[in-house]
């Protein structure tokens, strides 16, 4: 059984910066990949990025070259650093894991944490 649990979620001005961490327990294998997803009010949920357990990174366009996902391989917890946030990033944040890539990139992976509230605003 994996559980997945998120942390650092703020309100912050536009411009600002946040990272958000997802702690993880569980069957190693299944997290071989984990991820961010993120669903603002009213609308789908998002794929954000993913890291692998070798650490590689993939981002969604919207995100590329302003949020940073890594990994804490030992402890199995990811982080994602947030720069220049913009009001259009405001969501609940989601931390996801899955065995396999295709999973991730489908929007379907096997395991989901509860979530954490990011507000940007003046």
């Known amino acids: 059984q994996v559980q997945l649990m998120e942390s650092g979620g703020a309100s912050v001005a536009p411009g600002g910066s946040l990272t958000l961490s997802c702690a993880s327990t569980?069957?190693?294998?299944?997290?071989?990949?984990m991820a961010w997803f993120r669903q603002a009010a009213g609308e789908k949920r998002e794929y954000v990025g993913y890291?692998?357990?070798?650490?590689?990174?993939n981002y969604a366009a919207s995100v590329k070259g302003r949020f940073t996902i890594s990994r804490d391989g030992t402890r199995n917890t990811m982080y994602l650093l947030m720069n220049s946030l913009q009001p259009l990033d405001t969501a609940v944040y989601y931390c996801?894991?899955?065995?396999?890539?295709?999973?991730?990139?489908?929007?379907?992976?096997?395991?989901w944490g509860q979530g954490t509230q990011v507000t940007v605003s003046s």
């Open positions: 996801a894991a899955d065995s396999r890539r295709d999973a991730i990139l489908e929007g379907r992976p096997a395991y």
């Open positions: 569980g069957n190693p294998r299944s997290l071989n990949y």
């Open positions: 890291v692998s357990n070798g650490g590689n990174t």
